[in-house]
């Protein structure tokens, strides 16, 4: 690659005597600008490693003049944002839970915080639209086994449900097959009773049979009309929602084994203004109540 | 497209006058030294016709650039109160009665493109008009240049005082000159920033340090940008950073009206005794005052050139020596090539101002002005955006009734607040219900010149019959405010649940 270097003919330039294929490079001199560009380049790189952390040693590496750690930095970032999120958290313990969802401010605010934290926290069972599913309720209708107003909501998530803690939600339908506290074909007779009371075409003899059963056993919690009781978390059996299902297999099923679905208590593990706007997130995405 | 042919011989006695002088100053050519100079170019100054309409231009855009950002408008209180302002903050630009806001970018758009039109058309009419006239680079090196002419004197007295011995007399007079360039870029630059800011605030606040730092950094960047473009670079920006020469060629051809010497006339040329016959020479003296006076450097007899913007300084300086030489003037002229050939070959000259590209390019520009203007008229002074629920794009009630989800974005563009009586039309007894209110209509008060969100739920009644998808539309209505939106209700019914 290297030759002699030697004078070109066309332009009068000396080459640098390197060649490739047959095509030489001139020694043209550099342009102006690009030369300064480049020796400001030197200058800044020696003023940068005074200045900033540039070597590794063994142990450590040079920390620079200026100090700077980007791992400090992210900290005092988060502590600035766990400030500003300080006075958001404020705003929600004061305001009470209608004046959140009445002022747009704290009501846009809350959103905010709910949809982050349900995102987090509870669309694992509810699903990221809210919508639950087969044993998991459905926070976007107008069904509330506990109660659809803001307090009822807030109280269900701070206490949870089934979960043993003080102050949980507590309801329990028995396991009337598996305990055996009803026979098989009673279990049948009831699950068509059942089917006849949210209206839909059921077997007229097996209704009747079922009926004084419904009576002893039901009627404390579901009602003499099948309509529950949000005291008690007891469905209604009348309306066209079913937490496990709406057809007899589903029906017979919870009959025979009495499901009941744990709820975590989030008292102990979100703030109370986390809760707060959750509560809001969920109500004003049910719709109200 | 045979306009831009550079047919100046190999090496013109122009360049070499000159590159002489800075190869004598010793910092070296091609050969040896580190990097090429600028040829220094001593344009000088010129009177006559269009040396007046520059006049005129450099008065009348540099007056709407320093004055338009302290005209006042009234607005109600709350609201800027300054004619034309790009309110960064707010999010809003203000133009008089005018008030955009930021989705409402696709009208500058609409203006960038008419420019470009406009500019397409006036080329392909009359060449480069804009670089000549009316391009920022331009009136401000025109500028820079009076200054210039004041502290240095005119461009043989600017050359002696170049190639002089440094000397007080020429201390004072290069300081005093960047001096004031100085100053006039910082000039630049403040009335720049005024465009984004309440004007008579921003002149306070900037002086006592309480300004927005991107006051100073702006006002520091177009300071720096103005004195070196316009003091420094000048020409080199046209010739080598501008885009604009490489564009506008192609819109030229035989027809446009360009600066052009008249060769068939002034040929041959030669210098010229009083007293003398004419007959058998050209009309050209070779006085080379077209050279002289142009800010480009470049010698126009040597025909259409990329550095040629088209300014006609060179026009007025011919015209001058024709009339003293009692010839005709209009050597050197705004003229179109085929009108030329036309008359050097003995013909009548004809000129076509109508022809296919430019009946093109007025056509699109009435196309995209009427569009815009079209647009910006047409905007109502509500504003509404429907955004419905996807997850779950629909819910069924415990009775079997059906509701979906929206989130409306009302925007009330008046500057008063506004209430909006919102519906809901496509589905018969829907039942419209947001947190707080609830019927076939719910109402919300919008602030002026903000828009506000509200989660709207339609309720369709049970067992209504209906597709899977439903057209639907919101309507708002404020008196005789209101604006509507398309958008669709999902049934459900091809997923029962």
Redesign the interface.
Known sequence: MAHERETDHAT??ETTGHEWDGIKELD??????W?WVWYACIAFSIGYWVAMPAWPGLHSYTKGMLHQSDRANVGKELSALELQRGQGAAMLRTASLEQI??D?KLQ?YAQQVGQSVFGDNCATCH?????GGKGYA?L????WLWGGKLEDIQYTITHGIRTGAEGARMSQMPAFGRDELLKPEQIDDLTEYVVKLSNRPADAGAVARAAPIYETQCVACHGVDGKGNQELGAP?LT???WLYGSDRASIRGQIYAGNGGVMPTWGGRLSPETIKALAVYI???A??Q | MPTLIDNRPPEPETRTAVSAAARAKGKGDAKGGLYKPREPIYPKLVHGKWRNVKWALLIITLGIYYITPWIRWHRPDGFPQQAALVDFTGRRFYFFDIQLWPQEVYIFTGLLVMSALALFLVTALFGRLWCGYACPQTVWTDLYIVVERLFEGDRNARMRLDAAPLSFDKIWRKTGKHLTWLAIAFGTGGAWIFYFHDAPTLIRTFWTGDAPVTAYVSCFLLTCTTYIFAGWMREQVCTYMCPWPRIQGAMLDHHSLQVTYLGYRGEPRAPHKKGLSWEGRGDCVDCRQCVVVCPMGIDIRDGAQLECINCGLCVDACDDIMTKMGRPTGLIAYDSEAAVSHRGSGQKARYFPVRSRTIYYALALTIVSGLTLWSLLARPDADLHVIRDRNPVFVRMHDGAVRDGYTLKIGNRTFVPQRFDVSFEGVPGARLSHPGGEGQHVSIVVPADQVVPLRVFVTAPPNAELDASVPARFVIRSGDVQAEAKTVFLSGAANPQ
């Open positions: 009068g330039v043209n001199p550099l342009p102006r600008w030369l969802e009445k747009p846009a699903g990221i639209g809210g919508t459905n976007r209708d107008d069904v209604n309306d066209a929602d109500h004003s995405n719709g109200g």
